[in-house]
């Protein structure tokens, strides 16, 4: 039976890096400090799903390879386009923020971190926001596979449960509609690309667009 508490630290450690950012926005040394708790969030939150899944998760800050054993062990965390591109960049943070006095953070990277990570966040039900798909019948369903003593006290708690059962509860596919309905993962994997944050901004001169909707569409359209 997994734990909740990993799951309560990282939206706790989010709120605190938007707090961070709103507070100190024109403060790069203290916006290290929201980034240092972006990262705490996404590693958390991966070790919490593996955790779920019995597996003895390693010390490790490194987010790419927690996402490689999330897909290895069957673990119920989805990734999203922007936390595989920018993986690396939250393992810098963690240790660059802390060891390296002349690392400073940008306000916009922030900012855009900010957005990815809560998007993540939702995605994998990791909010106090309430999953439609939860209705009274999937609680009712959910309860029967819970200890008797472990009844979900909030929506966070209903929101990890349902996304650790749902393939039992015969929702396998069920997914956020946030969730992009193409990846650059190919793209990179087929030429070989590592750094995906760099390979992303050149995409964006070249295609004269921001728009990554846009983008993946163009991408898409050469890979085909």
Not at 166 to 190: A, C, I, M, W
Request: aromatic letters at 10%; glycine letters at 4%; charged letters at 30%.
């Amino acid at each position: 039976m997994c734990e909740i508490i990993l799951f309560r630290k990282a939206l706790r450690d989010y709120d605190l890096s938007v707090l961070i950012m709103e507070t100190y926005f024109n403060d790069e040394l203290g916006l290290n400090n929201a980034a240092y708790h972006l990262q705490q969030c996404v590693e958390k939150v991966l070790k919490g799903y593996l955790e779920c899944v019995g597996v003895t998760v390693p010390r490790t800050h490194k987010i790419g390879t927690l996402l490689k054993m999330s897909v290895n062990n069957g673990s119920a965390f989805t990734s999203t386009e922007w936390l595989d591109v920018h993986s690396e960049m939250l393992e810098t943070w963690e240790s660059e923020t802390r060891y390296n006095a002349e690392f400073l953070v940008e306000y916009k990277k922030i900012r855009e971190a900010v957005k990815g990570v809560g998007d993540a966040l939702i995605l994998n039900g990791v909010c106090q926001e309430p999953d439609e798909a939860i209705t009274p019948e999937i609680k009712t369903r959910l309860l029967t596979m819970l200890p008797k003593s472990r009844i979900p006290a909030d929506n966070l708690e209903w929101n990890v449960f349902f996304r650790i059962y749902r393939s039992k509860l015969g929702l396998e596919n069920h997914q956020n509609n946030t969730v992009p309905p193409f990846s650059l993962d190919d793209y990179f994997r087929k030429y070989g690309i590592r750094d995906k944050a760099a390979e992303i901004e050149r995409l964006k001169i070249l295609f004269r667009t921001t728009d990554m909707a846009r983008i993946k569409q163009q991408v898409r359209d050469t890979l085909m």
